[in-house]
């Protein structure tokens, strides 16, 4: 499985960004998708994470109410809407698959995109 993250960008706080993450080379809707982050020196964490078919969703608390994860299985592809950005949500996103009963740790996840940097100005 193949994973392109894309969308990322500098906006101002209080912005939005959208960030696209397409899968290739396996059955997307067989896989689990997750969105982490990580910030330079810091270790990288799930910010949200979507079952299989869509119908179950995790959010990191600091960005519930801001951030929504949704997916589309005919295009084989995972979103991350970002809502109200913040200076603290700065840093590189990496999209994730889980091919089994689906996580929320780095280890859990099987697959790994490129990942986005996303740079929010105060």
């Known amino acids: 499985v193949q994973l392109q993250a894309s969308g990322g960008g500098l906006v101002q706080a209080g912005g939005s960004l959208r960030l696209s993450c397409e899968a290739s080379?396996?059955?997307?809707?067989?896989?689990?998708m997750g969105w982490f982050r990580q910030s330079p020196g810091k270790e990288r964490l799930i910010v949200a994470a979507i079952s299989r078919s869509g119908g179950n969703t995790y959010y990191v608390d600091s960005v519930k109410g801001r951030f929504t994860i949704s997916r589309d299985n005919a295009k084989n592809a995972v979103y991350l809407q970002m809502n109200n950005l913040q200076p603290e949500d700065t840093a590189v996103y990496y999209c994730a698959a889980d091919t089994e009963i689906g996580g929320t740790r780095v280890a859990e996840f099987d697959y790994w995109g490129q990942g986005t940097q996303v740079t929010v100005s105060s």
């Open positions: 080379g396996g059955t997307f809707s067989r896989l689990n």
